[in-house]
């Protein structure tokens, strides 16, 4: 009982704030705009590793888990360009709060 009233309220609280989590079509269109300059940085070997269909069972098995213990099956930082790092970090800042920024 006490678990079903806690999941009734954060469910509630989560529909509250969703006005406070929608974004704007400028943000939308930003972040379009910062993806497809980070797809545009990679190399064609690159690309391929991280434009994961959304049904691939790759995407649901994604973990951070560290190298030695699992294999990534997509594209590691240390891999990329300072062009393509940059890229990223754009695209990153674009879609993460500051906060969320800061602890990456």
Same mark, same amino acid.
């Given at each position: 009982m006490i678990? @079903? =009233?806690?999941?009734? *309220?954060? %469910?509630?609280i989560i529909?509250? =704030?969703m006005p406070n989590i929608a974004l704007s079509a +400028? !943000?939308?269109n930003e972040i379009s705009i910062k993806a497809n300059l980070f797809l545009d940085s990679l190399n064609?070997? $690159?690309?391929?590793?991280?434009?994961i269909p959304l049904d691939s069972i790759?995407?649901? $098995?994604? +973990?951070?888990?560290? =190298? *030695? /213990? /699992? !294999?990534?099956?997509s594209l590691l930082i240390k891999d /990329? =360009? $300072?062009? %393509? @790092?940059?890229?990223?970090?754009r695209l990153m800042r674009a879609t993460l709060s500051s906060q969320g920024y800061s602890k990456i």
């Open positions: 678990k @079903r =009233n806690l999941i009734s *309220i954060i %469910s509630l529909f509250v =704030n +400028t !943000q939308i064609e070997s $690159q690309v391929s590793n991280v434009k790759e995407r649901s $098995q994604w +973990t951070n888990l560290p =190298n *030695i /213990m /699992m !294999q990534p099956a /990329m =360009n $300072q062009k %393509s @790092r940059k890229a990223l970090h």
